[in-house]
Nanobody, 119 residues
Framework: QVQLVESGGGLVQAGGSLRLSCAAS????????MAWYRQVPGKQRDLVAS???????NYAESVKGRFSISRDNAKKTVSLQMNTLKPEDTAVYFC?????????????WGQGTQVTVSS
């Protein structure tokens, strides 16, 4: 049983910072790309940032220069450092990861963590 557990969400004023973390556990042979998405009620889940196992990063235009994604392959974690937060960054943030168990790869999602940015 593989789980992704996020932490680090909360309430912050505009201009502030938060750091989200996501830890994978369970039967894991290796982890491919990892990513953070966000979703507001009534809208689709959008990609915020992704990182490959080779540390190639990709960011949504709206967060470039403000957010930074990183991963620790040994600890099986992915993090999202969010700086200069804006009210429009308010959303539920989800991590996902392509996890290989030695025979196949499955995309797993975390349960989500709320980020609220007040103006």
């Amino acid at each position: 049983q593989v789980q992704l557990v996020e932490s680090g969400g909360g309430l912050v004023q505009a201009g502030g910072s938060l750091r989200l973390s996501c830890a994978a556990s369970g039967s894991i042979f290796s982890i491919g790309p990892m990513a953070w998405y966000r979703q507001v009620p009534g809208k689709q889940r959008d990609l915020v940032a992704s990182i490959t196992s080779g540390l190639i990063r990709n960011y949504a235009e709206s967060v470039k220069g403000r957010f930074s994604i990183s991963r620790d392959n040994a600890k099986k974690t992915v993090s999202l450092q969010m700086n200069t937060l804006k009210p429009e960054d308010t959303a539920v943030y989800f991590c996902n990861a392509l996890i290989h168990n030695g025979t196949t790869g499955v995309l797993y999602w975390g349960q989500g963590t709320q980020v609220t940015v007040s103006s």
